[in-house]
C-alpha cells in the first residue's frame, strides 16, 4: 500500500491528499534513517514513520496494513502510536495558555488589541 493512502486509512489525515501533501513537504520521514519518505513509498509492517502534523511531532509503527480506511475504534489493531508522553503534554500546554484564546462573549479583538495580539505573536 502506498504511504499516503496508508497515512489516510489509519485517520492521521483527514484526506488522502493532505496526506500526500505531507509527504511531499518533507514531514514524513523513516525513523530509523531520517529520510524523507514520497506519498509512493510502499509500506511494510515493522516500518516506523515520524510525522509532523500541525505542531505534534508524532512517531508511529506499522502493525498490519488496512484493506481500506478502518474506522477509528479500529486503528489500534493496524499502527502504535510511539510518540512519547512528553509530546502530548507539550502540545496541551500550549493549548492552555494560548495567548489568542478569549472568553466567549468578550466580543472581537479592538484594533489596539489585534496590533498587541500581532506584535507579540511576530517580535
Known amino acids: 500500500m502506498r504511504l499516503d493512502k496508508y497515512l489516510w486509512a489509519v485517520r492521521l489525515y483527514k484526506t488522502r491528499s493532505l496526506a500526500a501533501d505531507a509527504c511531499q513537504c518533507g514531514k514524513v520521514t523513516m525513523t530509523s534513517d531520517g529520510r524523507e519518505l514520497k506519498p509512493s513509498h510502499d509500506v511494510k509492517e ?23 480506511r478502518v474506522g477509528a475504534p479500529l486503528v489500534q489493531g493496524f499502527m502504535i502510536d510511539r510518540t512519547p508522553e512528553e509530546e502530548y503534554e507539550r502540545i496541551r500546554m500550549a493549548r492552555q495558555y494560548a495567548f489568542e484564546k478569549r472568553d466567549r462573549g468578550v466580543g472581537r479583538p479592538t484594533k489596539r488589541e489585534r496590533r498587541d495580539i500581532e506584535r507579540f505573536k511576530y517580535e
Do not use: M
Open 46 to 68: 515493522g516500518e516506523r514513520y515520524s510525522l509532523n502534523i500541525d505542531q505534534l511531532h508524532k512517531e508511529i509503527e506499522v502493525l498490519a496494513i488496512p484493506p481500506n
